[in-house]
């Protein structure tokens, strides 16, 4: 039977409900498992009314364990049922992170059209990670593996995992998302069992302190425009903003084969902040190419100042020219090769951009007229830092070739500032952040959400790989964030994913509180003004900082324990500190102050907030900035106040208390 806590209408009792929901820092209006560990959201898809939830659940032990599929559904994402767990490990191993879809069309003959089947695609982990499928056709109650498992095996790679499956309707066939150590890589099938590499994205860019997991890519409108964009989410861990665990996101476009980044987003990914220092072989500055010799038509006869006719803009080369491949467009073929010269140095850096094709446009080194280093572009216009280790062939004559073999789209190279140093080149990696706090890991959003709605809905772990499997929690660990609307914004910066809670959650709000006061400066005790008395409240504030130096909550206890969260002017950004929220020995990473860089327009700040007894979820300015944190007080946090430094005017101040899901109150 259903295992069924909270759910009105259940057959639950009243007296399970109290003993199960009522421990010490349990969450009263997140998703958390009835008991034992649970990490990542699997298997999230919607069918027929409901919004299934699988997870990464250990059933025996409240801590990282043999992984099963925990099962829950929701048909309001705001109350949730419990059910029976719906994957065991088996003998390919346990049953890691992935996806589910609603095979519609029956392409893989598991259902029927009638009944079609739902199909979870997961990690097999064992000796080696691979692919493998499930299915149910009972409404995810059930579930049977598929007999031909692995669907996708491994390529003798250690990291190889947590596919993410989408079907793509113009050209019939399904996309999986997966992780590959330091990449995504794609593969499609025209029937969720048989797998064709596509392509590869991203071990060139975006954040790389970690192992990447987790993707997801979807396609959604850019608000406000008739124009589609694709988002590939990837988490990485350790290497977030505020240590350890994080998600980034990458914006582009996706042709079925892989993904091209948007260009303006690419730029901003690679930002260089230093240029390396040593001998500058090549600069392509000046009106020819020296001693460089030039065969086919796609050179030209001289370095390019910039952008040829019918290109897109070339952005990121060094100086005033560069080598251009595009003369008479990505038609024209050629080759541009150095004088000979004698490696002396450690590395050979240099920029380059231009089409991906390893074996048709690039630059390669020859030694005695072997190849002995080679790299290609990365499909964008925008020149990237490159670093060949040339430590072995010191001592040697080597020539540099620029080659442009390819007729077709993204038929050309380009290439400038080629500099012997003692270092590589670094570049330093920026990436952009769906949320900067330490706890929201591993998100990804719900499939098969029906046009009818709409939405992109997106679900996190709220915890960290750095202290998960200590939080001070019994008889369970770790909650998910609660579920978010994701959209695409055109800002000033460019096209920004941005996230907020769900309008279902407003059913929750109990009491609806105007903050009356106009300005802040000094401290105001909100709870006691309008008698609060509760660790569950939303607060929506729209403020203007322009007269402040610091704008800051204080949610606080009798204990003298107290969690920050605010807006710092001089440093433009937002913070959580949470060093003096009780419980924090556990583990090393976890007490602290963490930010998110947030510039605010004119003063304009714009929270919304969401607290509930162990955690905190804030989204600045429109969900432009958002930020998810838990911790651990030893008595809930019932006090409320809001404190300036210089003067806040407060233009719209709301309060919710808000309702358990779990009990009215
Ligand atoms: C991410 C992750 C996944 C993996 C799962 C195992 O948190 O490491 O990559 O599939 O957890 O539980």
Redesign the pocket.
Known sequence: MAVCFFVSGCASTKSSEQTINTEQHRPQFHFSPPSNWM??PNGMVYYQGEYHLFY?YHPKGNT?GP?HWGHAVTKDLVHWEHLPIALYPDSLG?I???SAVVDHGNTSGLGTKENPAMVAIF?S?GKK?QQSIAFSIDRGRTWSKYEGNPVLENQGID?F??PKVMWLEKEKKWIMTL?VADHISFYSSPNLKEWRHESDFGADIGGHGG?W??PDLFKMPVAGTKQDKWVLLV?I?PGGPNGG?ATQYFVGDFNGKELVLDEQFQQQLSITTHVPSGKVFASFDGKEFGGWRTEGSAFGNAPVAGTLPNQHKVMGYFGQGLVNSYHQGDQATGKLTSPEFEIDSDYINMLVGGGRHPEGTGVRLLVGGEVVRKATGNNTESLNWLSWNTKELKGKKARIEVFDNVTGGWGHILVDQIILSAEPAKERKEAFWLDYGPDN??GVTWANVPDSDGRRLFLG?MSN?LYANNVPTTIWRSAMTVPRELSLQQTQEGIRLVNLPVKELQKLRSRSITIKQETVNGTIDLSQLYGLGTPLLELDLHLNVSQAQRFELKFANTKGEYLSVGYSIENQELYIDRSNAGKIGFSDSFPGRHSAPLKVENGELKLQILLDVSSIEVFANGGKTAMTEIFFPNEDFTKTEVISTGTTEIKKGKIYTLKSVWKQN
């Open positions: 990490n990542d990464q990282w992984m346990m890691f992170s992935g990690t982990a990670q990291d995992r947590d992780a192992v997991e987790c988490s861990n665990s890991y591993a772990w790989w």
